[in-house]
């Protein structure tokens, strides 16, 4: 079955592909629209073994939107609970026979190994320090309606690069489409070898931050800092946290952006998220959505072999 692992196997073609999809379910959406048809005959299941809101609410309204049957397996009440593993867990619910199987999962790799042993399209909803690439895909999104191309502009993803699959993904992405990536975080955060990316580090906002065109920020992951240095808030607040001193070092032009969930007075100032001048947080929660129904609606097509003989996502 085809899936979507990652950004890392996608040619630029096919973010494309994802991407002008997309922009029509969202300009769809924008003009009233909640219907559609393009997973009528599906079954969609699901399974975040880790707290969601962003993601688990927009692929369930996908789905719904495009006509699926859903399932939200609420893992916490699951068996999982009792022992099963997440191996059973799949194959039990890959015997009921659903097209379409989102996983978000804490360790990395688990989602592609998951994929191996199912017979329907899985799609990574974040696995671990690993990837989530619907997330990689909203981010473009969301850039290209701001600033009208998604090439050579210069872009800084900055805080904890360590602990980041929404990092990983962006920094996979935004090199595909041949974007200068900067990252900014400190020693402690940034992970080594990471300029084998085509990526320039920084410890410094303010130098980090210079002539960017887009500014990324990411959330301190201390669920994934296993006993490891936590830094203290309001020194990192200071020292790394989004403000409108720093970002002023950016074009006067630069959109400031953030995954979610955000932490105000941590790593970016709660005024500056609200700037609907400047922050387009909101709008990657909308573009979430129309990427998730088009990412659906590609799967579904290629299930169908009605894209044949490329595949959109192998
Ligand atoms: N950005 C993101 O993945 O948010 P959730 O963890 O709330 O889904």
Excluded at 73 to 96: H, P, R
Excluded at 100 to 109: A, D, K
Aim: charged share 25%; hydrophobic share 40%; with cysteine.
């Amino acid at each position: 079955a085809p899936h979507l692992l990652g950004i890392e196997p996608l040619h630029p073609t096919e973010i494309t592909t994802v991407l002008d999809l997309a922009q029509t379910y969202a300009e769809d959406a924008r003009a009233g629209r909640r219907h559609w048809d393009a997973l009528a005959d599906m079954t969609q299941i699901n399974m975040f073994f880790e707290n969601s809101t962003r993601t688990q609410a927009s692929f369930e309204l996908a789905g719904k939107r495009l006509g699926a049957d859903v399932m939200n397996m609420g893992m916490q009440t699951s068996s999982v609970k009792k022992g099963e593993t997440l191996i059973d867990t799949a194959l039990t619910l890959n015997a009921m026979r659903p097209d379409l199987l989102v996983v978000r999962h804490p360790n990395s790799g688990a989602v592609d190994l998951l994929s191996q042993k199912v017979n329907c399209a899985v799609i990574n909803a974040g696995d671990g320090r690993h990837e989530h690439p619907t997330q990689a895909l909203l981010d473009a999104l969301t850039i290209r309606r701001a600033k009208g191309r998604l090439h050579r502009l210069s872009i800084a993803v900055c805080g904890d690069i360590a602990h980041s699959r929404v990092a990983r993904s962006n920094i996979l992405l935004l090199g595909k489409m041949e974007n200068r990536v900067r990252l900014i975080a400190p020693p402690t955060l940034m992970p080594s070898g990471v300029e084998e990316f085509g990526v320039e580090c920084f410890d410094n906002m303010e130098e980090g931050l210079r002539d960017v065109d887009v500014v990324m920020m990411l959330r301190l992951q201390k669920e994934r800092m296993d006993g490891g240095f936590i830094p203290s808030e309001r020194e990192y607040f200071h020292r790394y946290g989004l403000d409108a001193a720093k970002l002023a070092h950016a074009r006067p032009d630069a959109i400031v952006m953030h995954p979610g969930p955000m932490n105000r007075g941590v790593e970016i100032d709660g005024t500056l998220a609200d700037d609907i001048n400047r922050s387009v947080i909101q709008e990657q929660v909308e573009m979430g959505v129309a990427v998730r129904m088009a990412v659906m609606d590609l799967l579904a097509r290629n299930l169908r072999g009605t894209r044949a003989p490329r595949e959109v996502m192998a």
